[in-house]
DNA sequence: TTCGACACATACTC
DNA sequence: GGAGTATGTGTCGA
């Protein structure tokens, strides 16, 4: 597809969309050391800034793209991992993550994501399911991979002859089963209907080692309440990138998923009308590549000179394309409206309730997702820190899954020593690579493009 | 007001 | 340069 790399400023807009918090809902072991998941989110089409409210915004009909990955800290070479759930512990067999919306945050109603494929309308809608996802290694990142007996060994050699990506052993993570599900029909995960993926593919050191996957070509299903122009009580929705683990029993073919951490998002404008709709905000709509439809809408595409400097075909080559996007960005968003997606912050935080209380929020940095420096400084110091706070401000403590640990970025921000070794590093982690949607150079990369998974897995 | 479907326009790839 | 593809979005009816 051509397309969804052109977007110039949005696509580069949207990699500033921030993923506040960080929920960790269920503890994980590995040879008797506790794990930390963490979670990375970006979204990396599809948003956009509001200009007149500074909202993130999007629109219902138009596509979006999610990549994410996560981490396990420590990353134990080899061991097994168990997940902590009523008292007991069971074995996890394997991974995935999945893309969900939810009005007012994690613990609101949930909104439905649809998935298309390139047919769009004459093809299957789906809902997202599990996409089995590795543990990205730890390497480079001032934590080293660790070995089941605490020896430390040389991240690049964490791909080793079998191509297992170094972490944790997870027997079923690289089966040839479906993501949602080992039982019944299942459609691989880079599926042969359509013929995409392919270069995602190519990123992976090893067929079926996917440290990374985009959910692709998502739309929401719904729009947020009162988008329209009075802007009486906006609803919000929130994407959530959820972390599961497998914890089947021995022997069944059956996926067990259970979410074992989160990353929800910042609050988003889901508008449900044309562009043409809200035109005297400014066009956010993607002006990128279709053009207005017929009839116009009077503020057709500034053909070629938006797209330019961006990688052709840059979905499908996730790797390297965003970075070159920026070259778009002297198209029209940016001289016309002057949205700059770098300014400091989205300003819209992450609203404790779902409903526009009218103040912009500026409490949320734009790099809202910890950054790896920050984590290694985190993980530093000794004695995991551990927040048992809201996910949001003001929100009554009891909303709050139990055994929920909560990161929320202020604490992050708030201390000057993360700055001073996030800005250091910058270049150096691998997170700066996630950051400009390259893939590490072990990284595997997964789309959901093509991906049809079935939905009869079993979730709790 | 929102959503689904249809249709058109346009950028991009081959 | 043309065909095919992908995607944004205008329009209309429910």
Redesign the pocket.
């Given at each position: 597809?051509?397309?969804?790399?052109?977007?110039g400023s949005t696509q580069q807009e949207s990699l500033n969309f921030p993923w506040p918090n960080l929920e960790i809902l269920l503890d994980m072991t590995c040879e008797g050391q506790a794990v930390t998941p963490e979670v990375h989110a970006k979204v990396e089409?599809?948003f956009f800034l509001s200009t007149t409210d500074q909202k993130w915004t999007c629109?219902?009909?138009?596509?979006?793209s999610v990549a994410c990955h996560f981490e396990l800290h420590p990353n134990i070479n080899n061991g097994r991992l168990y997940l902590k759930r009523n008292n007991c512990q069971e074995q996890i067999q394997a991974m995935g993550m999945r893309l969900s919306a939810a009005v007012d945050g994690s613990g609101g109603k949930s909104i439905e994501l649809?998935q298309?494929?390139?047919?769009?309308?004459?093809g299957p809608?789906n809902k997202i399911d599990v996409t089995k996802v590795s543990p990205t290694p730890s390497a480079g990142r001032g934590e080293h991979t660790v070995s089941p007996h605490g020896i430390y060994q040389v991240p690049m050699s964490t791909f080793h002859a079998t191509g297992a990506v170094a972490g944790p052993y997870l027997p079923l993570q690289h089966s040839g089963e479906s993501s949602g599900s080992s039982s019944s029909t299942h459609t691989p995960q880079l599926s042969s209907q359509?013929?995409?993926s392919a270069s995602a593919a190519s990123h992976l050191p090893v067929p079926g080692q996917h440290t990374m996957h985009t959910f692709?070509?998502v739309?929401?299903?719904?729009?947020?309440?009162?988008?329209?122009?009075?802007r009486a009580s906006q609803?919000y929705f929130h994407l959530i990138v959820e972390l599961f683990a497998d914890v089947r029993k021995d022997g069944s073919d059956t996926a067990n998923w259970v979410k074992v951490a989160q990353r929800v998002s910042d609050k988003i404008v889901?508008?449900?009308?044309?562009?043409?709709?809200y035109?005297n905000e400014g066009?956010?709509?993607?002006?990128?590549?279709?053009?207005?439809?017929?009839?116009?809408?009077?503020?057709?595409?500034?053909?070629?000179t938006?797209?330019?400097g961006?990688?052709?075909?840059?979905?499908?080559s996730s790797a390297g394309t965003y970075g070159g996007s920026s070259s778009?960005a002297g198209g029209y968003r940016a001289n016309q409206y002057g949205v700059h997606p770098s300014s400091d912050g989205d300003g819209s935080g992450s609203s404790p309730g779902s409903v526009d209380e009218g103040a912009v929020d500026t409490d949320h940095p734009i790099d809202a997702v910890m950054s790896d420096a920050e984590r290694a400084d985190i993980q530093g110091y000794e004695g995991y820190q551990y927040y048992p706070s809201t996910i949001y401000e003001g929100v009554p403590q009891q909303t709050l899954p139990p055994l929920s640990k909560v990161e929320s970025m202020a604490r992050y921000s708030s201390d000057p020593r993360q700055y001073a070794v996030k800005a250091e590093y910058a270049d150096a982690v691998p997170g700066a690579q996630w950051s400009n949607g390259g893939c590490g150079r072990f990284q595997g990369v997964e789309s959901s493009?093509g991906y049809y998974p079935d939905l009869s897995a079993s979730y709790s």
């Open positions: 597809m051509a397309s969804a790399s052109g977007y089409k599809g629109y219902r009909r138009n596509y979006f649809i298309h494929t390139p047919k769009r309308d004459n809608k359509y013929p995409y692709e070509r739309q929401f299903k719904q729009a947020t309440a009162n988008n329209g122009k009075r609803q889901v508008r449900g009308r044309s562009p043409s709709h035109q066009n956010h709509g993607q002006p990128g590549r279709g053009g207005s439809a017929s009839g116009g809408s009077g503020y057709s595409t500034s053909s070629g938006m797209y330019g961006t990688n052709a075909g840059g979905f499908r778009g493009r």
